[in-house]
């Protein structure tokens, strides 16, 4: 891996973005560093910004950038599922098992969703609890319910 990293501030949010050969591999909301190698390709990082500041100005509902995912092969198949809930929708954590074959695996599903890495492009801001309330959220729950303001949830 050629792992790398640049970190923007869109909207007074801290983003920390880890690439692999010019593609997302982690976006996080964080002031953290990072002791990688910082990203050189300004027209990826251009490309980046501006998609995710067109998104959280609600000009955009897609992230277009290029990612990899890389988690387990259970991990993959939970995110792939989120990124097909559409813009402004939200799924639980057993629709999401149900999707997936067995809906006891409910607490599996939360464990992945929560270990998603790609956030925002990969929408686990979009998995609310059965009975409708929001569930956790690794950068907060604030974060979380500005994320469902802007796609209007």
Not at 120 to 146: A, Q
Request: aromatic share 8%.
């Amino acid at each position: 891996m050629n792992k790398k990293y640049f970190s923007l501030k869109i909207l007074n949010n801290d983003f920390l973005i880890i690439t692999n050969n010019d593609k997302v591999i982690s976006l996080d909301i964080t002031n953290e560093t990072s002791n990688l190698t910082k990203e050189d390709n300004l027209d990826f990082i251009n490309n980046v910004e501006q998609e995710l500041t067109n998104y959280l100005l609600g000009k955009s509902k897609e992230l277009n950038f290029p990612y990899q995912l890389i988690g387990t092969n259970f991990q993959k198949s939970v995110w792939e599922i989120l990124l097909k809930i559409n813009y402004g929708e939200t799924l639980n954590y057993e629709d999401i098992a149900v999707k997936l074959g067995d809906k006891n695996k409910v607490r599996a599903v939360g464990n992945a969703v929560g270990k998603n890495p790609i956030l925002i492009k990969v929408p686990c801001h979009r998995v609310i609890r059965k009975n409708g309330e929001l569930g956790g959220f690794s950068s907060g729950i604030d974060v979380k319910l500005k994320l469902h303001e802007i796609e209007g949830i």
